[in-house]
């Protein structure tokens, strides 16, 4: 169920723009961001949901995967507005990589769904966006 966490990690490591690489959600803090090169971009899961236990023999699993930009911009720090600019191309970006982009066999095309709310603070603005990805399991000793 956590597979997808590495393959999303390498589809997006190339990512034109993203001078301070890819991290894993254990890495985000306010204190460990700020020792960071950025724009930099932090991937974790928030769970899953069940979303098919019809069937005796499989269950139907979508995992939530958070991708969270991270950019710091000093212009405007009480307003936001030069982190807010700074954060929209990269965000296209992400959403061009992963939209409808199967990880794996096995693992459906991921799809976006709502994220948190943004969290931006003197300069440091930090811009979730969260895909699901369906796994269905099978059950072993149902087959």
Same mark, same amino acid.
């Given at each position: 169920?956590?597979?997808?966490?590495?393959?999303?990690?390498?589809?997006? @490591?190339?990512?034109?723009? %993203?001078?301070?690489? $890819?991290?894993?959600?254990?890495?985000? +803090?306010?204190?460990?961001?700020? /020792?960071?090169? %950025?724009?930099?971009?932090?991937?974790?899961? =928030?769970?899953?949901?069940?979303?098919?236990? &019809?069937?005796?023999?499989? $269950?139907?699993?979508? +995992? &939530?995967?958070?991708?969270?930009?991270?950019?710091?911009? $000093?212009?405007?720090?009480?307003?936001?507005?030069?982190?807010?600019? +700074?954060? +929209?191309? %990269? @965000?296209?970006?992400?959403?061009?990589?992963?939209? &409808?982009? =199967?990880?794996?066999? /096995?693992? =459906?095309?991921?799809?976006?769904?709502?994220?948190?709310?943004? =969290?931006? &603070?003197?300069?440091?603005?930090?811009?979730?966006?969260?895909?699901?990805?369906?796994?269905?399991?099978?059950?072993?000793?149902?087959?």
């Amino acid at each position: 169920m956590l597979d997808a966490e590495t393959l999303i990690a390498e589809r997006l @490591a190339d990512l034109p723009g %993203l001078s301070g690489g $890819v991290h894993g959600m254990g890495e985000l +803090s306010r204190d460990a961001v700020l /020792g960071k090169r %950025l724009p930099a971009v932090f991937i974790g899961t =928030q769970g899953y949901r069940v979303v098919d236990a &019809r069937s005796p023999g499989a $269950v139907g699993i979508a +995992s &939530r995967w958070l991708v969270v930009l991270v950019v710091r911009h $000093v212009a405007d720090v009480a307003g936001g507005t030069g982190a807010r600019a +700074s954060v +929209s191309a %990269l @965000a296209r970006a992400v959403m061009r990589r992963l939209y &409808r982009w =199967q990880p794996a066999p /096995g693992l =459906q095309p991921l799809a976006p769904q709502e994220a948190p709310a943004p =969290q931006y &603070r003197d300069g440091l603005l930090l811009f979730p966006m969260a895909f699901d990805c369906v796994e269905l399991i099978e059950i072993e000793g149902t087959t």
